[in-house]
């Protein structure tokens, strides 16, 4: 999933989220069967018909999320897909992929700029510049229940500044 959600403004949400499943040649019908039963897990529940204007950014980021998964359930490689997104919907959809990554135990590989999302890793590969080498691998113990107060605590500023060290 890259940085901008790409969806297709003249197409509804389920359309844009069935896309992939189209390409690789199910019928609309059940294309649309298949991810309708996503739609609660990914907070969709409602806009299936909506279209892009009438979604927030944080909404239309969960759509293009869902198309992700739709496209490869067992591994998501997500690049920045939060980054466009203010600070507030930001950690909202911190917490709201946290739970998602639950029900649907695929590998998430998110590339990220932003320190602050070491609270959605467990394993942490820090690149060097071009070419890019893997300077450092960092192993996340932290607990798996992630909360508010755990930006705060000791252990997680360590693996920030760990990071700011490498960098």
Do not use: C
């Not at 389920?14 to 040649?25: A, C, E, K, V």
């Not at 649309?32 to 529940?45: D, H, K, N, P």
């Amino acid at each position: 999933m890259h940085q901008k959600d790409l969806l297709l403004p003249w197409k509804n949400i389920i359309d844009n989220i069935t896309l992939p499943l189209i390409i690789n040649g199910k019928s609309k019908k059940e294309a649309r069967a298949q991810v309708l039963s996503y739609f609660e897990t990914f907070g969709l529940v409602g806009f299936e018909y909506k279209y892009l204007f009438q979604l927030s950014g944080g909404m239309k980021q969960r759509a293009a999320l869902l198309r992700t998964y739709m496209s490869s359930s067992d591994i998501m490689l997500l690049d920045e897909p939060f980054g466009a997104l203010d600070a507030i919907t930001r950690t909202k959809m911190h917490y709201w992929l946290l739970e998602v990554s639950k029900e649907i135990k695929a590998t998430i590989i998110f590339i990220t700029h932003d320190i602050e999302e070491v609270f959605l890793s467990d394993r942490i590969y820090v690149l060097s510049d071009k070419p890019a080498i893997i300077k450092k691998e960092i192993f996340v113990d932290l607990p798996k229940s992630r909360t508010a107060d755990i930006v705060t605590s000791v252990k997680f500023n360590e693996i920030k500044r760990n990071i700011l060290q490498i960098l």
